[in-house]
C-alpha cells in the first residue's frame, strides 16, 4: 500500500527545517533486547545495539514525541480531521481515515477518467488531521524525519541483574541480566522536516519537542524502576525558506541556515493558537 510521499504535494523544496541538540539521559536507558526493542509501545524509547554500539532509533524518538503532540492538540481540538485534532493511531477506528473509508476512497478513484493520483492525494490530505499532516499516516508520508541518535562519546553498557516474580507463589521466578547506557550519557539528535510551510505547523513540532526538552516525557521500558528519564540541551532550530529566493541562495552557495530563536519560536506558537480558536491561551 502507498501512502502519499513526495508525489504530487511535496515534490518541490519550499522549506527545510533543522533541528539539532543533545538527547541526555538523566537516568540509565534500558537497552532492549529482540523484538521487545523493534516493537516499543508509543511511550517507549529503547536503545538498541549496532555491532555492539547502542543507539536510539530515530523512528522511537518520533513517536515519543508524535504522542506528545497528538495529546496537546486533543485539548485543543476535538474533531480530528481536515487538519485539526488529532486521531488514534493505536486503532483502524480511530485513525482519521479508516481503512474502510480508504477502501471507498480507492474504489472511487477507479471511476475516474484522469488526474486519479491528484485526485486522491487530496482527499487523504483533506481528511486527515492536523497531527498526521505533519507526522504521517498509513496513507500520508511523514514530512519529519528523526536521524537514529548515536552517543557522544565513548559509552560503556553497564549490566544490571533483575528478578521476575512469580506472583501466584509470590516468589523469585527467575533472575536475568539486562543492560543499560548509564545516567549522563548523551545522544546526537538531529530531525530534518521538509516543507512545514506554516508556523503552525512548525511550532507543533517544536511544541512536542519542548515537552521532551523539560524532561516531562517519562520514556523506556522500566519506568517503574526509574529508568529512562531524559531531558534534551543545546536544542538549535534553524531554517531555508526556498520561497525566499536570497535565502535559498545562501543556503545553496554557502550552506546558510537562518536561526529561529525564541521570539520565532513563539510567534509560530501564537500563529497555531491562533488556529485552534484562540481561547486556548497565547
Ligand atoms: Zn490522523
Not at 118 to 137: K, N
Not at 251 to 275: C, H, I, K, P, S
Request: glycine share 10%.
Amino acid at each position: 500500500m502507498r501512502a502519499f510521499a513526495a508525489a504530487g504535494f511535496w515534490d518541490t523544496f519550499r522549506h527545510r527545517l533543522v533541528v539539532t541538540g543533545e538527547l541526555v539521559c538523566d537516568t540509565a536507558l534500558r537497552v532492549g533486547a529482540g523484538t521487545e526493542a523493534l516493537l516499543p509501545s508509543a511511550s517507549d524509547l529503547p536503545v538498541v545495539t549496532t555491532g555492539g554500539r547502542p543507539y536510539i532509533p530515530g523512528s522511537s524518538l518520533r513517536g515519543v514525541v508524535r504522542s506528545q503532540v497528538e495529546r496537546l492538540v486533543r485539548t485543543l481540538e476535538r474533531e480530528p480531521r481536515n487538519g485539526r485534532g488529532a486521531c488514534d493511531p493505536l486503532e483502524d477506528t480511530g485513525w482519521c481515515i479508516p481503512r474502510k473509508e480508504m477502501q471507498d476512497l480507492r474504489r472511487k478513484v477507479r471511476e475516474r477518467d484522469e488526474g486519479r493520483d491528484d485526485w486522491l492525494a487530496q482527499q487523504v490530505w483533506e481528511r486527515s488531521c492536523r497531527v498526521c499532516r505533519i507526522f504521517g499516516s498509513p496513507w500520508l508520508a511523514s514530512r519529519v524525519r528523526f536521524s537514529d541518535l548515536f552517543p557522544l562519546g565513548e559509552t560503556h553498557p553497564e549490566v544490571r541483574d533483575g528478578v521476575a516474580i512469580d506472583r501466584e507463589r509470590e516468589a523469585v521466578k527467575n533472575k536475568y541480566d539486562f543492560e543499560v547506557v548509564p545516567a549522563g550519557t548523551r545522544f546526537a539528535l538531529e530531525i530534518m522536516a521538509e516543507n512545514l510551510g506554516t508556523p503552525a505547523e512548525r511550532s507543533l513540532l517544536w511544541l512536542g519537542l519542548q515537552e521532551l526538552a523539560e524532561g516531562g516525557v517519562p520514556v523506556g521500558g522500566f519506568k517503574g524502576r526509574g529508568l529512562g528519564r531524559v531531558h534534551l540541551e543545546h536544542l538549535r532550530v534553524r531554517y531555508v525558506d526556498a520561497t525566499d529566493r536570497e535565502a535559498l541562495q545562501a543556503y545553496l552557495v554557502r550552506r546558510d541556515w537562518r536561526e529561529a530563536g525564541t521570539e520565532e519560536r513563539q510567534e509560530w506558537l501564537n500563529a497555531f493558537f491562533a488556529e485552534c480558536g484562540g481561547e486556548a491561551g497565547a
